[in-house]
């Protein structure tokens, strides 16, 4: 493949603050669309930038500007629109104080499609953040975050915009979860498969520990679970940063590092079907035994109704990455502790995963092994053997 360096996508933005929590998505052509926010304006700005399979710049230079509306602009999430654009969502400060969530669809050309410096998703009072995205199947997208509206806690929301940028569900969103104390963040969100979606988060509820709850939404903005949540993981001790993937029959597989030995963290994962039933062990399954720190899970479909997850692993000292690939029934597939994808000298952190297109992953990472940060890559095929790029 061809690499196309930061410099060459936003040569005028070298040296000042760049990129910040960059996201892309497949273009549907071999290509793929970058959004990014940027402080060419002092304050920070959603951009985005598309990018061919021969890795040229399509749209013009240093990005267009998808929000540009005066205050803070932060932390976009992007999606495909299914016809070669995408939707962005983000954090905006555009009506004050606080954070408000937009979105903004841009065509394949690089052009907004709805109404300057993006529509509405929530403008409800005190703080809504963190804002993640998927498809609805239909063109548009369900976006979740959590909100601060009731004062003394943090719960979270969804709201589901159309392909013409009109939000179908109720004002400000859905709740997700109700009459629940302590706060409710970080969620993440995929397709259910049939319009909805399914959102996960870190729950607050025990008190001074965190455990991982979820929930189903419908296409017509209509709470699936338990009206509190689904616990997917209330195990002791804290577990964190949980990630999700959809499955091909429905339901999703979530994982998370998680610290119920009480002398490391460990990484876990769980299986929850479209009725919101757990149906692996109860007591999860982990994924690697090692007595050393994992900890950063990313997952993808394994196109089976399994996956592979990808984490750092602290076993020699260092930080490397260390994968597993999990079946239906979540059984390991590979090495019991996993398979080594890089164990360089020094720290590998900050991985990130997308499938191969046969049962594999494509898995890059940031690499000190040198002093500074460079990127790496290594493809890994179905059976957990390397192929070289």
């Known amino acids: 493949f061809k690499q196309k360096t930061a410099y060459e996508i936003m040569p005028s933005l070298v040296g000042s603050e760049m990129c910040i929590r960059d996201s892309l998505v497949s273009d549907g052509a071999g290509g793929a669309i970058i959004t990014w926010f940027d402080y060419r304006n002092i304050n920070p700005d959603i ?3 598309r990018v061919d399979s021969l890795g040229n710049i399509l749209w013009q230079a240093n990005g267009v500007a998808v929000c540009d509306e005066t205050h803070t602009q932060e932390y976009p999430r992007i999606v495909s629109d299914g016809a070669g654009g995408a939707i962005i969502t983000w ?11 937009y979105a903004q669809r841009i065509d394949s050309d690089g052009n907004p499609v709805w109404q300057a410096n993006g529509v509405a998703i929530c403008t409800a009072s005190s703080n809504q953040e963190n804002p993640e995205i998927t498809s609805d199947g239909s063109g548009g997208a369900i976006i979740t975050w959590q909100d601060g509206r009731n004062g003394y806690c943090y719960v979270i929301y969804a709201q589901r915009i159309s392909s013409l940028g009109y939000t179908e569900w109720q004002t400000n969103g859905v709740a997700l979860c109700y009459n629940v104390i302590n706060s409710q963040v970080y969620p993440k969100i995929t397709q259910d ?3 909805g979606a399914i959102v996960i988060w870190e729950d607050h509820r025990p008190g001074y520990t965190t455990d991982i709850y979820g929930q189903r939404i419908d296409s017509t903005g209509v709470i699936k679970w338990d009206s509190s949540g689904l616990a997917i993981c209330t195990a002791a001790g804290n577990q964190f940063d949980p990630v999700l993937t959809s499955r091909s029959s ?7 590092w998680d610290f119920r030995s009480g002398n490391q963290y460990n990484i876990y994962a769980q299986c929850v079907d479209s009725s919101g039933e757990v149906i692996w062990d109860t007591n999860d399954v ?6 050393s720190d994992q900890k950063y899970p990313q997952i993808i479909s ?7 997850i990808a984490w750092e692993d602290y076993r020699s000292g260092y930080s490397d990455i260390y994968c597993q690939r999990i079946d239906s029934l979540g059984t390991s ?3 019991s502790n996993g398979v080594v994808i890089c164990d360089a000298a020094s720290d590998q952190r900050y991985i990130a995963i997308t499938s191969n297109g046969l049962g594999g992953a494509i898995i890059t990472w940031g690499d000190e092994r040198s002093s ?6 290594q493809w890994i095929d179905s059976t957990g053997n390397f192929v070289g790029i």
């Open 286 to 291: 982990a994924l690697c035994a090692e007595t």
């Open 372 to 377: 500074n940060y460079d990127i790496y890559a």
């Open 333 to 335: 597939l590979w090495d």
């Open 193 to 195: 498969g049939s319009g």
């Open 250 to 256: 429905g339901g999703a597989i979530v994982t998370w």
């Open 302 to 308: 394994d196109g089976v109704n399994g996956a592979i």
């Open 47 to 49: 951009y985005a930038q």
């Open 91 to 101: 954090q905006d400060k555009r009506n004050g104080s606080y954070y408000d969530i």
